[in-house]
């Protein structure tokens, strides 16, 4: 069986906590409580190689090994640090897969000679959708921290811009009437319309499509970058959705098929063009 060392040794240093020493020690402590925990509560004359599991027992040990995955691997991924949230998804993916393998290891030790094939897949599939879900969780947390940071930076970078601009009045400005002529400027943009195509400062046209894709997105707990790499199309157009603006007929088509690529394990219906709301 796979150590904690092993566990974690695909992750640079400098991507998790310093000392990595003070996280092993505490994954271990986790590790060495619920087999401690396991061991306790199934009778010895029980336990493998020689052993054969009872019922209530097999419970137990499958409940154990569950348990055991979910707080590994959600303080995996708490003590994983990066500010790039790209960084942060690719380790965080890997260990997905490496506690997935670890927890089949541990599964194969204390039930392996006990569990019939339904049993085995019972648990593969509870295995996956715990470690998905905590998984989708973590990035996107890491997304929107990721977004508020350079907005953070963006938003001081403007004002040290401002505070050091020389007033546009000096110059006349204050003489020149607003353009209302809907021509573009040098901007890129429309008389309070944004470059990417958003209304700024108008109410959404389509609110009730924005709060439909919302809900999608939460129930597969996904972020609008789950959804641009599941549909083949780019995140600002998603954003644009969520803010209820227009999108061309193809973007929708392609959020359709981004939506029905969620795990089948989530037993979702499958999303259509129709299924959009329209306004």
């Known amino acids: 069986m796979q150590t904690v060392v092993e566990l974690l040794e695909h992750i640079p240093s400098e991507n998790l906590p310093y000392p990595p020493s003070s996280l092993i020690d505490e994954l271990e402590g986790l590790l060495a409580r619920h087999i401690r925990k396991m061991r306790e509560a199934i009778p010895l004359y029980e336990l493998p190689p020689w052993g054969q ?4 027992s097999f419970r137990v040990a499958y409940d154990a090994v569950i348990q055991m995955t979910m707080e590994l691997f959600a ?22 897969k490496r506690m997935r393998e670890f927890a089949l290891q541990v599964w194969s030790t204390y039930l392996g000679n006990n569990d019939s094939e339904r049993d085995f897949d019972c648990f593969c ?19 929107i921290g990721h977004e508020a940071h350079y907005s953070d930076s963006a938003a001081r970078e403007k004002a040290r811009w401002e505070s050091t601009a020389v007033p546009t009045a000096a110059f006349g400005a204050a003489d020149v009437e607003p353009d209302t002529t809907g021509q573009l400027g040098p901007t890129g943009e429309v ?3 944004a470059a990417d195509g958003r209304d700024l400062g108008v109410a959404p046209h389509f609110p009730r499509r924005a709060a439909w894709l919302q ?40 959020v359709a098929i981004g939506l029905s690529k969620a795990p089948a394990w989530m037993k979702l219906t499958p999303v259509t063009l129709l299924d959009i709301p329209q306004d």
């Open 125 to 143: 599939q509870e295995l996956d959708a715990i470690l998905h879900g905590l998984l989708q969780q973590a990035i996107t947390a890491a997304w």
């Open 53 to 56: 599991l009872s019922g209530d």
């Open 191 to 193: 008389n309070g319309d």
């Open 75 to 96: 303080r995996i991924l708490q003590g994983l640090r990066s500010h790039n949230a790209g960084t942060y998804e690719k380790w965080a993916s890997l260990a997905a």
């Open 215 to 254: 809900e999608r997105l939460r129930e597969r707990s996904w972020s609008r970058h789950d959804l641009s790499r599941n549909g083949g199309l780019d995140w600002k157009t998603v954003q644009k959705i969520l803010d209820g603006q227009r999108i061309r007929e193809d973007g929708l088509e392609k």
